[in-house]
């Protein structure tokens, strides 16, 4: 069996404004069905495939838990990081994870942004790469590119014969445009597409002999690991003493057991707006036009146009080259040739402590979404949404009282030692102070109107006294 590991981070910043810090591309629905963290998940299932390994982040818990829920897939750990630490240290601790469950054990680490649109053949590849990780090898995976592309690194290919997999020489940096032409004319590079085929035990020895220094905090940080709920939490300190290094730095520059399987089919990392609308040129007009349902083009040439909102439309006139994105709080302008640096939007907007840098209106939780309807000095209109067997912390404020009006559903709600239902058009006050909760015992979603009043809004004027979700 393959043991899929699938590495589930991320900034949010190359597809901002649709992917930000707080939700980030692997959890959006950008191309084909579902999430890219889905497709990710489906791809890496299937006979001969091992339930996954999810790595990901306290923020992200939840969420991943759920999109898995969503596609009946039932993950075999659901490991946190107690903070990004890149890929060397995640991968580090999956290879020891499985090594303690079985040293031989295969392991096929992946992102969970990527695009790969035919799964099948995908799975074929790593299948055929099998023999090679089984005999000790690190198996990389290359793409055979297409174009010069200066936003990948790549592979280039040693000689000799290697069967299905092909001998190594060297990681190349993402090149400028000259080096990639020349790479591309030589027909000796592939794409690295940062997915890698190997032994626990075979990983795990070469970190032994290039990277040293990781495994005592690596085996500390497992060690100290402690359940909550579903999930695996690394211990926080010991994870600190790991260095913030990629897995290509750490280990695939400097080990010699390396091969590359090349893979023919499609694949992306959707690195910019420009590599989504290429994955997605089967849908455009006559004109080249890529365009969600709330956009319109008129007399526009190859451009996207995207609006994720349905209150917002979005139109482009003459418009030529250019992607338009647009959420419900943020607008995005860019020609297509330069679709790669929205990071230095994000950058602008974090300098000026403009939120929309890293975070929605819409706030998910476990429990289902609230988003702020409007904000005063003193009071907040929210819109709170519960879905069927949710329930929210049994919590007190210091500094507001609520009022809730049920619109949609019914809502058993908690106030002090009173209990009881709220349906739809009626409503109940919560005085500043007072100990409640709210849940959603049936099987709708449940969507109340929130007015909050005080001399204090923010979210952390939150006391919990009990959470089925375990926050603090």
């Given at each position: 069996m393959i043991y899929p590991i699938i590495l589930c981070?991320?900034?949010?910043t190359r597809l901002w404004p649709v992917s930000r810090a707080a939700f980030p591309k692997q959890f959006v629905q950008l191309h084909g069905q579902g999430s890219l963290f889905q497709q990710a998940a489906q791809r890496l299932s299937g006979q001969g495939f091992a339930g996954p390994v999810v790595i990901t982040s306290d923020p992200f818990r939840f969420t991943a838990a759920?999109?898995?829920?969503?596609?009946?897939?039932?993950?075999?750990?659901?490991?946190?990081?107690?903070?990004?630490?890149?890929?060397?240290?995640?991968?580090?601790?999956?290879?020891?994870?499985?090594?303690?469950?079985?040293?031989?054990?295969?392991l096929l680490v992946a992102p969970s942004d990527h695009v790969i649109p035919d799964p099948a053949a995908f799975r074929v590849a790593v299948l055929t790469a099998q023999t090679a990780a089984e005999a000790g090898q690190i198996v990389t995976f290359g793409i055979r590119p297409?174009?010069?592309?200066?936003?990948?690194?790549?592979?280039?290919?040693?000689?000799?014969?290697?069967?299905?997999?092909?001998?190594?020489?060297?990681?190349?940096?993402?090149?400028?445009l000259a080096t990639a032409e020349g790479m591309l004319a030589s027909g000796n590079y592939l794409w690295n597409a940062g997915i890698f085929l190997f032994r626990a035990d075979v990983m795990i020895a070469a970190f032994e002999a290039h990277a040293p220094e990781m495994l005592a905090p690596a085996h500390a940080a497992l060690g100290?690991?402690?359940?909550?709920?579903?999930?695996?939490?690394?211990?926080?300190?010991?994870?600190?003493?790991?260095?913030?290094?990629?897995?290509d730095y750490a280990i695939m520059e400097r080990?010699?057991?390396?091969?590359?399987?090349?893979?023919?089919?499609?694949?992306?990392?959707?690195?910019?707006?420009?590599?989504?609308?290429?994955?997605?040129?089967?849908?455009c007009d006559a004109q080249g036009n890529l365009i969600s349902e709330h956009a319109h083009a008129i007399d526009c040439k190859n451009t996207m146009l995207r609006s994720d909102d349905g209150k917002l439309r979005l139109v482009g006139i003459g418009l030529r080259d250019m992607v338009a994105i647009a959420t419900g709080d943020a607008v995005l302008l860019a020609p297509k040739d330069q679709s790669q640096r929205v990071r230095e939007a994000v950058d602008l907007l974090k300098q000026q402590g403009a939120k929309e840098a890293t975070e929605f209106p819409r706030d998910f939780r476990p429990w289902g979404w609230f988003e702020s309807l409007a904000l005063g000095a003193r009071f907040q209109v929210k819109r709170i949404v519960v879905k069927p067997g949710g329930v929210l912390s049994l919590q007190s404020h210091q500094h507001r009282a609520e009022h809730w009006i049920v619109v949609e559903g019914t809502a058993k709600i908690t106030i002090g030692d009173e209990v009881k239902m709220v349906s739809e058009n009626q409503s109940v006050y919560v005085p500043l102070g007072a100990i409640h909760r709210m849940e959603n015992p049936g099987k709708i979603p449940m969507v109340l109107?929130?007015?909050?009043?005080?001399?204090?809004?923010?979210?952390?004027?939150?006391?919990?006294?009990?959470?089925?979700?375990?926050?603090?």
């Amino acid at each position: 069996m393959i043991y899929p590991i699938i590495l589930c981070g991320g900034s949010g910043t190359r597809l901002w404004p649709v992917s930000r810090a707080a939700f980030p591309k692997q959890f959006v629905q950008l191309h084909g069905q579902g999430s890219l963290f889905q497709q990710a998940a489906q791809r890496l299932s299937g006979q001969g495939f091992a339930g996954p390994v999810v790595i990901t982040s306290d923020p992200f818990r939840f969420t991943a838990a759920e999109q898995m829920q969503g596609i009946g897939i039932t993950p075999q750990a659901l490991i946190l990081e107690p903070e990004g630490r890149n890929t060397a240290p995640a991968i580090l601790a999956a290879s020891l994870w499985a090594a303690a469950r079985d040293p031989q054990a295969l392991l096929l680490v992946a992102p969970s942004d990527h695009v790969i649109p035919d799964p099948a053949a995908f799975r074929v590849a790593v299948l055929t790469a099998q023999t090679a990780a089984e005999a000790g090898q690190i198996v990389t995976f290359g793409i055979r590119p297409d174009r010069p592309e200066t936003g990948y690194g790549y592979l280039e290919l040693g000689e000799g014969a290697g069967g299905a997999c092909l001998p190594l020489s060297r990681f190349v940096e993402k090149p400028d445009l000259a080096t990639a032409e020349g790479m591309l004319a030589s027909g000796n590079y592939l794409w690295n597409a940062g997915i890698f085929l190997f032994r626990a035990d075979v990983m795990i020895a070469a970190f032994e002999a290039h990277a040293p220094e990781m495994l005592a905090p690596a085996h500390a940080a497992l060690g100290g690991v402690k359940a909550d709920l579903d999930f695996l939490r690394l211990d926080p300190a010991a994870w600190r003493d790991l260095p913030d290094i990629s897995i290509d730095y750490a280990i695939m520059e400097r080990a010699g057991n390396l091969s590359v399987m090349p893979y023919e089919g499609q694949w992306s990392d959707l690195g910019s707006w420009t590599a989504v609308a290429e994955q997605s040129a089967a849908q455009c007009d006559a004109q080249g036009n890529l365009i969600s349902e709330h956009a319109h083009a008129i007399d526009c040439k190859n451009t996207m146009l995207r609006s994720d909102d349905g209150k917002l439309r979005l139109v482009g006139i003459g418009l030529r080259d250019m992607v338009a994105i647009a959420t419900g709080d943020a607008v995005l302008l860019a020609p297509k040739d330069q679709s790669q640096r929205v990071r230095e939007a994000v950058d602008l907007l974090k300098q000026q402590g403009a939120k929309e840098a890293t975070e929605f209106p819409r706030d998910f939780r476990p429990w289902g979404w609230f988003e702020s309807l409007a904000l005063g000095a003193r009071f907040q209109v929210k819109r709170i949404v519960v879905k069927p067997g949710g329930v929210l912390s049994l919590q007190s404020h210091q500094h507001r009282a609520e009022h809730w009006i049920v619109v949609e559903g019914t809502a058993k709600i908690t106030i002090g030692d009173e209990v009881k239902m709220v349906s739809e058009n009626q409503s109940v006050y919560v005085p500043l102070g007072a100990i409640h909760r709210m849940e959603n015992p049936g099987k709708i979603p449940m969507v109340l109107i929130e007015v909050q009043t005080g001399s204090y809004l923010g979210e952390d004027d939150i006391i919990r006294h009990e959470d089925i979700y375990s926050r603090g």
